[in-house]
């Protein structure tokens, strides 16, 4: 069957799953939901996978992080289903979405700065500045929030309940 994921031979799920730090459970639901091409079976059933299978999976884990994994998920399938196209213009929604996201960021970082005071008498305080020791949350740029919060843009753009990303910055 298969050898390890150096050979280039067929591949086993271990094989496959451990070359990306993934479980061989993982590998089996990638291939079921149709992001990893269909295996092909040994006489007694067992799934091998190739070279090309380590390809598209190595594809998918790479479009998680910009693209978020059903999107990541709709464009391998498309790519496995030879929709060139598809995929395509899935990428470029997704470029869209995301571009539109940081704009949407920018205004409300914009808004925030707006609500702040502009003068003061304390420390830091003084004509245009703002009153404090310095820059909490809201006056951070999305950049310097995102690698301080350990949050990625697309995570903060979309996070997993609505008003994630505001509720985090007020923290």
């Known amino acids: 069957m298969g050898r390890n994921l150096q050979s280039g031979e067929r591949l086993r799920p271990v094989d496959l799953a451990r070359g990306h730090g993934l479980s061989t459970q993982a590998v089996r ?11 092909g079976r040994t006489p007694h059933g067992y799934r091998t996978y190739t070279s090309l299978h380590a390809g598209a999976l190595r594809a998918f884990l790479a479009l998680v992080p910009g693209h978020g994994h059903r999107t990541a998920a709709s464009i391998m399938r498309a790519v496995n289903e030879g929709a060139v196209d598809e995929a395509l213009r899935l990428i470029d929604e997704s470029h869209a979405q995301l571009l539109d996201d940081r704009r949407t960021l920018q205004a409300v970082e914009s808004a925030l700065r707006d609500l702040e005071p502009t003068t003061g008498s304390g420390p830091g305080g003084g004509p245009g500045r703002p009153r404090g020791p310095g820059p909490g949350p809201a006056a951070r740029s999305s950049g310097r929030w995102h690698t301080s919060s350990g949050s990625g843009p697309r995570r903060c753009a979309h996070g997993n309940a609505p008003g994630w990303c505001a509720r985090a910055a007020t923290r």
């Open 29 to 39: 639901n990638y291939e079921e939901a149709g992001i990893l091409p269909a295996a």
